[in-house]
């Protein structure tokens, strides 16, 4: 049998490698359609026939036969759905995607900049203290102590050999992620809602398997504000909305009350200017024009409320409207939050390295 060999390329994939990046291509391509998986076949076959992604060895048929044995996606009444699984590979996929782009020194895991009585143990050891966990004892270094004090004959233990590990000090803290979700966000040939939603999505990835401990929810505010799951985020949408950053801020207040005593914090990622509100008697009151005084005050008042209960509010502009920007430096002074202008690429590396900042400082 002859064997023939070609030359080795940088750029050359395995089997296996090759594979996972077109699961996390079809990944992308499901936030893109909104969950849709039918739209998202189609595209990665459009893709696949421009830029050579198939052949012989891995056919396009092959692959979504694939999916389907990874059991990624699934048929029902004759439409192609993502599974529990599927889902669960989109966050990685975008965890994954955010996190290769961070620069090393913010891309670290570091719950506290103290060492306590915490749960992950540290390399270093310290004394035993009365408090301490037994169960962080280095019995290693501990014996070597004692036998160094009383030698093997008269061998002795005292509370002053032993040693413990230092342990991280871990805090816990409830975050409420708000997306925009008004009209502006695909405005003008501009898809704004993919980055959020792929923010999103690794976000609670990240929480879920880093910071169980932790709480994220998500408030989707456009007319009005309501919650989602993590399991809706693939398929949210922008609607002909306006922007009611008082109710989104009033629900997400809300909910952080609901957390008990732990660290509260708000993102939120908007690309308008408040531009809708409620009336007291529930009509929607609208304008588009301007800084209406009549929204800008009750959000403010939103704002201030934030701070009263201790919920700092940090804010990702993802375009630099005039009035945006204007509202925002008012908004961040109400709550002495903070605020950011954040490009789309880098939108979720700068929402994943204030978030483990925040982690710290709440300590």
């Not at 048929?75 to 090393?104: A, N, V, W, Y």
């Not at 009005?224 to 306006?242: K, W, Y």
Request: proline residues 2%; contains cysteine.
């Amino acid at each position: 049998m002859e064997i023939i060999y070609s030359k080795w390329r940088s750029d050359s994939q395995t089997d296996e490698q090759r594979l996972e990046n077109l699961f996390a291509l079809f990944s992308s391509l499901l936030v893109q359609t909104n969950g849709e998986v039918e739209d998202a076949l189609e595209w990665l076959e459009q893709l696949g026939i421009d830029y050579q992604l198939f052949d012989k060895d891995l056919s396009f048929g092959d692959f979504v036969e694939e999916l389907k044995k990874q059991g990624y996606i699934a048929e029902k009444e004759g439409i192609q759905i993502i599974t529990s699984k599927g889902s669960h590979k989109i966050r990685t996929d975008m965890l994954r995607k955010i996190f290769s782009g961070m620069k090393p020194d913010t891309s670290g895991f570091h719950e506290s900049n103290k060492s306590g009585r915490g749960i992950d143990k540290l390399s270093e050891l310290k004394k035993f203290e009365f408090g301490d966990q037994v169960t962080n004892i280095d019995l290693t270094s501990t014996l070597k102590n004692a036998f160094i004090k009383s030698g093997l004959s008269d061998f002795k233990l005292g509370e002053e050999d032993i040693e413990i590990y230092e342990t991280e000090h871990m805090t816990s803290c409830a975050t409420v992620l708000m997306i925009d979700i008004s009209h502006s966000m695909i405005l003008y040939g501009e898809d704004r809602i993919t980055p959020a939603k792929e923010v999103a999505l690794a976000l609670s990835e990240l929480i879920l398997t880093k910071y169980p401990k932790d709480k994220l929810s998500i408030v989707v505010f456009g007319d009005d504000a309501r919650e989602i799951t993590v399991r809706e985020l693939p398929f949210l949408t922008v609607g002909p909305f306006h922007t009611n950053t008082k109710s989104g801020l009033r629900l997400a207040r809300q909910i952080l009350k609901k957390k008990g005593n732990v660290n509260k914090q708000i993102f939120m990622i908007t690309d308008g200017k408040p531009s809708a509100l409620f009336t007291d008697d529930g009509r929607i009151y609208k304008n588009s024009f301007g800084l209406d005084p009549k929204i800008v005050n009750k959000t403010l008042d939103e704002a201030v409320a934030c701070r009263k209960d201790k919920i700092k509010i940090t804010t990702f502009m993802i375009a630099q409207d005039y009035y945006l920007v204007n509202f925002i430096e008012e908004f961040t002074r109400a709550n002495d939050g903070k605020a950011y202008y954040s490009d789309l690429d880098n939108l979720g590396q700068n929402i994943f390295v204030d978030y483990l900042k925040n982690r710290r400082k709440f300590n």
